[in-house]
């Protein structure tokens, strides 16, 4: 399994509530629209930021996350190069990410408190 955490940066066009609606209600059903991430995404989570409790934690300059979960590298590779992804979803992120302030990690998670549920 690999993952890919995305810390995104709103496109400056674009109030943070114009990018939360976009990314939930737009891009998110695009993205679960790619033929090739129904066989390889495990998981994809969007988180956008809510204030703390007071004097809790510092807040990043970041109007949300994207956290995607594959099977493999490969898969990764299958649903970022497939034509969906090039000709429907990055198109879709050019109008409301700004991609030049966007932090991306892929790698792989270690669990270190299991999930309860």
Do not use: C
């Not at 004097?55 to 190069?81: I, K, N």
Request: glycine share 4%.
């Amino acid at each position: 399994m690999i993952k890919m955490t995305m810390f995104l940066k709103r496109h400056p066009d674009l109030t943070h509530e114009a990018f939360v609606r976009h990314h939930i209600d737009t891009h998110g059903p695009l993205f679960r629209s790619i033929p090739e991430a129904e066989a390889h995404v495990l998981r994809y989570i969007q988180t956008h930021p809510t204030a703390p409790p007071a004097d809790t934690v510092p807040q990043a300059d970041y109007d949300g996350t994207a956290e995607l979960w594959f099977d493999s590298p490969e898969g990764m590779q299958a649903v970022l190069h497939s034509e969906t992804y090039r000709n429907t979803v990055f198109p879709d992120e050019k109008t409301f990410l700004d991609h030049d302030n966007t932090l991306i990690l892929v790698g792989e998670q270690i669990e270190i408190i299991e999930d309860k549920s």
